[in-house]
C-alpha cells in the first residue's frame, strides 16, 4: 500500500507559505480597518469551519432522498437540516440552499418562472437595483426581456405609479423586487397588487435584508412573494453563498432550475455552514446585534446629517431604516471613487455606489454607501457607531487631507478596542 502523501496532511502554513501569508496579510487588513462595506459582516467562527470542512470533497447531485449518488446519507441530513432551520426562520414554505450565490439565486428563480423571450420588471440597478433582476449584460437580459423601474426623483423612494404603468405596458411574467442599495422599507403588498393586477409572479431580492428580516427589524416578503432570493453573507452574516424561498407550488420547478438548470453539483461544505447561519440567526444574540446595525447604521446618518454643510455630503432620503445609508456627493463637487480611495487611506473601507439622477459623466461617481453590518458583528454599539460616524464625516470634510495622520490614529484606535477573530491568534 503506498503511504499517504505527507502533502495531503501538512497545514497550509508549512505546505505554501506564500498563499498562508497572503491570508494573514488579509486577516490583518480586516482587523485593522473600520469596514464599511454594506455588503460585509463578521461571519461565525463554526461557519467557517462548517465551511472549511471535508464536506469538500463530496459530490451530491440532486437533493435529498434523490441523489445520483447513493452515499450521501450524511449530506442529506446536512442539506435538509438546513432546509428546515431556513423554511423555520423565515416561516416559507419550500427552500432551495443550493445557489451559488445570490446571482445564482436569480438566476434559478428567472429560469423556473420564465421562457425565455417573457418580459421581466425590475429595478433599476442605476437606482439601487441589482444587474441580475433584468440589465442586459446578465443573463437576466440576455435570456428575458428586461425592463426597469426606479426612484422618484423628488424623494429618491420606489417610485410605484412607474412600477405600475410599466407593469401594464409590459405585461412581464416576473416582477422583481428588492436592492442591493436602497435607505427604507418597501412596501412588499403595493408590489403584489400591481404584480397579482398583471398576472406576474412577484420575486423579492433579499440579498441585503435577509438578516433583518430574520431577526424580526424588516418587514418580511415571505409568504407576500411567490419567491424570495437571497445571500447568505451579507446581514445573515453566514455562508458565502445564495438560496431560494419560494411557495410550494413552485418547489419542483425552482429545485429543477438550480440543479441541473442553472447550476453544478452543490457544494456540501456551504451548505454546512448555511445551516450554522441558520442557527445562529434564530438565537437572541443575533436579534440583538441585528438590532446593533439598524440603530448603528441610523447613528451615522444622523451624524452625517449634522455634518452635511462641512462635508458636502448629503444623506440621500435623510437618514436609513436598513442596515446601510448612501451619500451623494455631488454637492462637494468631489467624485466618490477618489473620496474612497482617501478613506482606504485612513483605514475606512466602504464603496462607490451609483445614485439616482447623478449629473456626473461618469456614473456612480457621486454616491458612497456605507454599512453597519460589520462594525456590529465586531461588538460594535451606540459608542462605537457614534465615533466611526465623527471619524466618517471627518474624513469626509478633509478634503486635502491635512488630518490624515490623526484620523488613520482614530481608526486605529476604534479597531484595537473591537478585536476581530481572535480565537486566531
Ligand atoms: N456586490 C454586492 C453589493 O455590494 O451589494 C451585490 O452583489
Known amino acids: 500500500m503506498a503511504e499517504q502523501a505527507p502533502v495531503l496532511s501538512e497545514p497550509l502554513e508549512s505546505l505554501d507559505p506564500e498563499l498562508a501569508g497572503l491570508i494573514s496579510g488579509e486577516l490583518e487588513r480586516q482587523r485593522a480597518t473600520l469596514d464599511l462595506v454594506a455588503s460585509e459582516s463578521v461571519p461565525p467562527r463554526a461557519v467557517l469551519e462548517a465551511q472549511g470542512s471535508i464536506l469538500t470533497a463530496k459530490y451530491a447531485d440532486g437533493f435529498p432522498g434523490r441523489r445520483e449518488y447513493d452515499t450521501c446519507e450524511w449530506i442529506d441530513r446536512i442539506e435538509s437540516l438546513a432546509i428546515e432551520r431556513a423554511k423555520a426562520l423565515f416561516g416559507a414554505e419550500h427552500v432551495n440552499v443550493q445557489p451559488y450565490s445570490g446571482s445564482n439565486a436569480n438566476a434559478g428563480v428567472l429560469h423556473a418562472l420564465c421562457q425565455p423571450g417573457d418580459t421581466v420588471l425590475g429595478w433599476d440597478f442605476t437606482q439601487g437595483g441589482h444587474p441580475t433582476q433584468y440589465a442586459a449584460d446578465t443573463f437576466a437580459g440576455r435570456f428575458y426581456k428586461g425592463v426597469s423601474y426606479g426612484l422618484r426623483r423628488s424623494d429618491r423612494l420606489v417610485d ?170 455631488a454637492p462637494s463637487g468631489r467624485d466618490a471613487r477618489s473620496v474612497m480611495a482617501r478613506l482606504n487611506e485612513v483605514g475606512i473601507s466602504a464603496n462607490a455606489m451609483r445614485i439616482a439622477y447623478d449629473a456626473a459623466p461618469d456614473p456612480g461617481a457621486s454616491g458612497l454607501r456605507f454599512g453597519a453590518t460589520a462594525l456590529a458583528g465586531r461588538g460594535g454599539g451606540p459608542a462605537e457607531f457614534q465615533a466611526a460616524g465623527e471619524i466618517l464625516a471627518d474624513a469626509l470634510a478633509d478634503g486635502d487631507g491635512l488630518r490624515t495622520g490623526e484620523l488613520k490614529e482614530r481608526v486605529r484606535a476604534l479597531m484595537s478596542s473591537l478585536p476581530l477573530f481572535s480565537y486566531l491568534g
Open 160 to 329: 410605484m405609479d412607474q412600477v405600475e404603468v410599466l407593469a401594464r405596458r409590459h405585461k412581464p411574467r416576473v416582477i422583481i423586487a428588492g436592492w442591493s442599495c436602497y435607505q427604507r422599507h418597501v412596501d412588499f403588498e403595493a408590489f403584489r397588487r400591481v404584480a397579482d393586477s398583471v398576472g406576474a409572479y412577484l420575486v423579492v431580492d433579499m440579498a441585503h435584508f435577509a438578516g433583518l428580516v430574520a431577526a424580526g427589524l424588516h418587514p418580511s416578503p415571505v409568504g407576500v412573494a411567490d419567491a424570495c432570493t437571497m445571500t447568505v453573507h451579507k446581514t445573515l452574516s453566514g455562508a458565502r453563498g445564495g438560496a431560494i424561498l419560494c411557495r410550494s407550488q413552485l418547489a419542483s420547478a425552482v429545485d429543477a432550475a438550480v440543479f441541473p438548470g442553472e447550476q453544478g453539483s452543490p457544494l456540501p461544505h456551504v451548505i454546512a455552514a448555511q445551516a450554522v447561519t441558520f442557527l445562529v440567526a434564530g438565537t437572541p444574540e443575533y436579534r440583538e446585534r441585528m438590532a446593533r446595525v439598524v440603530e448603528g447604521a441610523r447613528t451615522m446618518a444622523s451624524v452625517l446629517v449634522d455634518a452635511s454643510e462641512r462635508t458636502g455630503a448629503l444623506v440621500v432620503t435623510g437618514g436609513t431604516d436598513v442596515h446601510q445609508l448612501l451619500v451623494d456627493l
